[in-house]
């Protein structure tokens, strides 16, 4: 009898993360800024950056994508701080204020894992050195992986969702990076 209760209980938190989402507002937002606020209203992570500019079709639509975010961020109790066209969505006022007080790096604030965020920062210090031509780590990362794939790097399932950090704008510090894969798995299964 107390199986039957626990899974009750479990099917209706299911239906309450759904309802959670189901309002006109949330379907008519671009996917791209679903998929970032989801990862924070799911508590996966804590915080993101949505670019809020260029989906393809005109200012007007742009205009009513701002104003769709700004409703879903309302609901989910969200906040925010908006600079230019970029929108950094936290569920926590604290951590937005030391973000925007340069007491917390955007690393921290995306929930990278700490050796991606360490590499990230020597990679761009050497970027930005005087007279330094190297490519940023986004080129470089992208560049590497390239590379091992054309060269035979055997990719398995659990290797190949690193391509998959992409989307998050995640630059890892390795290829196989453990911290980084797991991370990133926590994001797409949920």
């Given at each position: 009898?107390?199986?039957n209760r626990t899974k009750i209980?479990?099917?209706?938190?299911?239906?309450?993360?759904?309802?959670?989402?189901?309002?006109?507002?949330?379907?008519?937002?671009?996917?791209?800024?679903?998929?970032?606020?989801?990862?924070?209203?799911?508590?996966?992570?804590?915080?993101?950056?949505?670019?809020?500019?260029?989906?393809?079709?005109?200012?007007?639509?742009?205009?009513?994508?701002?104003?769709?975010?700004?409703?879903?961020?309302?609901?989910?109790?969200?906040?925010?701080?908006?600079?230019?066209?970029?929108?950094?969505?936290?569920?926590?006022?604290?951590?937005?204020?030391?973000?925007?007080?340069?007491?917390?790096?955007?690393?921290?604030f995306l929930g990278y894992p700490?050796?991606?965020?360490?590499?990230?920062?020597?990679?761009?210090?050497?970027?930005?050195?005087?007279?330094?031509?190297?490519?940023?780590?986004?080129?470089?990362?992208?560049?590497?992986?390239?590379?091992?794939?054309?060269?035979?790097?055997?990719v398995t399932q659990c290797e190949?969702?690193?391509?998959?950090?992409?989307?998050?704008?995640?630059?890892?510090?390795?290829?196989?990076?453990?911290?980084?894969?797991?991370?990133?798995?926590?994001?797409?299964?949920?």
């Amino acid at each position: 009898m107390q199986k039957n209760r626990t899974k009750i209980s479990h099917k209706k938190s299911n239906a309450q993360l759904k309802n959670k989402y189901n309002f006109v507002q949330w379907y008519k937002l671009n996917l791209y800024a679903r998929a970032n606020l989801i990862s924070v209203v799911e508590g996966l992570r804590h915080g993101v950056i949505i670019e809020m500019f260029g989906w393809g079709q005109n200012d007007a639509h742009d205009i009513l994508q701002k104003k769709l975010l700004e409703c879903c961020l309302k609901k989910f109790k969200l906040f925010y701080k908006k600079e230019d066209e970029l929108y950094y969505v936290c569920d926590n006022r604290q951590m937005l204020k030391k973000l925007w007080n340069n007491q917390l790096c955007v690393g921290d604030f995306l929930g990278y894992p700490e050796c991606c965020i360490k590499t990230f920062d020597k990679r761009i210090e050497k970027v930005t050195a005087k007279n330094s031509s190297q490519k940023g780590p986004a080129v470089l990362f992208s560049r590497k992986l390239h590379q091992q794939l054309l060269e035979g790097f055997h990719v398995t399932q659990c290797e190949c969702s690193i391509c998959s950090l992409l989307y998050t704008f995640h630059v890892p510090c390795r290829i196989n990076c453990k911290k980084a894969l797991y991370w990133e798995k926590k994001l797409k299964t949920h």
